[in-house]
């Protein structure tokens, strides 16, 4: 069946570091999303990528979609204490239905 | 507050003895859905719902039941738990062709 596999398993920084998080699909994506969960707690949407090379921005965040969309990175520009948790991507493949998520990247951030 | 719930946060329970996990939305959303996640393997969806009495299989239905009779709510039932269901379980809806999936808090299951 499909797979979504995330790279690293865990990141710890220095804050002021920056940080990225790889996603890849084993089949080409509908589209894919990316969420954040702090310890504890429960995922938070953050973004979705629609089209092939789509790139948007929230702030400090960076998210890409791949051309060949089956993968799609996370950059996170200069990090802070509250960056701490762990990110998710997640796509859909063949309608959007079935969300398959990648295993997440955990990220410790060191003062 | 736009929010979605479950019910309860925490269980323990025995084998074989049912329970459901309630989730309820007031946003009014049509698409509801059932994840579990384990360390180092995610989210694994459950089961989905795209609007009342329309359920369907995600990866990981073995063992569950789900129903949606009403919009706003969609239990999960576990006819007979078994330790391998022992999981943190989250229950997420979004609006028809909207991007955003909002999170309920969680349900941490144990069976013992």
């Known amino acids: 069946g499909q797979q979504v596999m995330q790279i690293p398993q865990y990141q710890h920084v220095q804050e002021g570091e920056d940080f990225t998080t790889y996603c890849n699909s084993s089949t080409t994506l509908s589209n894919i999303q990316w969420y954040k969960q702090r310890p504890g707690g429960h995922p938070v949407f953050l973004i979705q990528l629609v089209k092939s090379g789509e790139v948007k921005k929230q702030k400090r965040l960076t998210f890409q979609f791949g051309e060949a969309k089956k993968n799609s990175s996370l950059h996170i520009t200069a990090t802070q204490t509250t960056d701490v948790g762990t990110y998710f991507c997640a796509g859909f493949s063949g309608g959007y239905n079935k969300l398959i998520f990648g295993a997440g990247t955990r990220l410790a951030v060191h003062p | 507050e736009a929010q979605v719930t479950q019910n309860p946060r925490y269980l323990i329970t025995v084998t074989g003895k049912k329970l459901t996990v309630t989730c309820s939305q007031n946003?009014?959303?049509?698409?509801m859905s059932w994840y579990r996640q384990d360390p180092g393997l995610g989210l694994r969806q459950i089961y989905y719902s795209m609007n009342v009495e329309v359920t369907d299989k995600g990866d990981v239905p073995e063992g569950y039941k789900v129903s949606r009779k009403e919009k706003r709510n969609f239990p999960l039932i576990l006819e007979s738990p078994s330790p391998n269901q022992t999981s943190l379980y989250f229950c997420?809806?979004?609006?028809?062709?909207?991007?955003?999936?909002?999170f309920g808090p969680g349900t941490r299951l144990t069976v013992l």
């Open positions: 997420a809806s979004r609006r028809r062709g909207a991007d955003t999936q909002y």
């Open positions: 946003m009014n959303h049509e698409y």
